[in-house]
Structure formats: structure tokens, C-alpha cells
């Protein structure tokens, strides 16, 4: 090597050694995207959760009452459809094993409040009647289910 040479690699070296500061990579992350993605869930979990509740399709009848304060645990729903068959939440529960499906339940809850949903065509007889095993098995506080006051309302 000639001493030419020498000299322009020595001259060489410091400038790559400043480029190499410059071209660093940044050692942070960015979490903008990761909240935004997070933000998009929780509006549609939002949304989505009221909508899962109920399952069983019926002709609630329509009242003027106030909405019940919404709890904390997931409520339980029982439900009667025109036929006279029993759901609970949205499995259906033969009448003979009723009570001891719910005495289960209230077993396993913590709190009391239970909502009954019957269909308008239902005789009230066998809405009675499922009350009065909703209170055997337990729960004392039992909410009816109707629809907000409509055209069909009756005072």
C-alpha cells in the first residue's frame, strides 16, 4: 500500500463513522396505531353487547313504565313464548324440570333480580304460574320485560 492510499482511507473513516450516527435506527414504538385498533373494539363491543341478551323471539305488550336500572352481572332472562314454552336465557327448560333449574341458578348468582319476558298472547295464568316458580326457586326480585309505549299502549 502506498502511503497516498493510506492517508485518503484515514480521511474516509471519520466521515462513515458520521453517517453511521445519523442512519441510527429509532428504538421507540408506536403505539398511535395499536390504540386506534383497540378504540375501533371497544365502540363495537359497545354496541354489540346489548344486542346479545335475548335470543327468543315474541310480542312483548307495550306499557308506559320506566326502564330498569341496568346491573353489573348479566341478567338473567327467562322467557315465554306464545306457545307456553319456557326459555331460560335462551335454552329452553321443560316445565317439569324448571324448578330445579332455577334453584341452580340462584345458587350460583349473587344477586336476585331476574327478568321475565312473556308473549302478549300468553294466557296470564301460565305467566302466574312461572312467577311463582321464579319466586320457589329463589329469586324475589322479578322484573317484566315489555315494550316502551307505543300505538297499542293501554293506560
Do not use: C, H
Not at 36 to 48: G, R
Not at 105 to 118: F, K, M, N, P, Q
Amino acid at each position: 500500500m502506498t502511503t497516498e492510499r493510506i492517508a485518503l482511507e484515514a480521511q474516509a473513516a471519520p466521515r462513515r463513522r458520521r453517517n453511521r450516527k445519523r442512519a441510527t435506527p429509532v428504538a421507540e414504538i408506536n403505539v398511535t396505531p395499536f390504540v386506534d385498533v383497540m378504540m375501533v373494539l371497544l365502540v363495537v363491543f359497545m354496541v354489540a353487547a346489548p344486542l346479545l341478551t335475548v335470543g327468543v323471539p315474541l310480542q312483548l305488550p307495550r306499557t308506559s313504565a320506566a326502564p330498569l336500572p341496568i346491573e353489573q352481572e348479566e341478567p338473567l332472562t327467562v322467557n315465554l313464548d306464545a306457545d307456553g314454552r319456557v326459555f331460560v336465557q335462551r335454552t329452553e327448560v321443560p316445565w317439569d324440570a324448571l324448578m330445579e333449574t332455577l334453584t341452580a341458578i340462584a345458587a350460583e348468582r349473587s344477586g336476585d333480580r331476574v327478568y321475565l319476558r312473556a308473549d302478549a298472547a300468553l294466557d296470564y295464568g301460565r305467566v302466574a304460574q312461572v312467577m311463582g316458580a321464579l319466586n320457589a326457586g329463589g329469586f324475589r326480585n322479578i322484573g317484566l320485560v315489555t315494550d316502551p309505549a307505543g300505538q297499542g299502549a293501554r293506560p
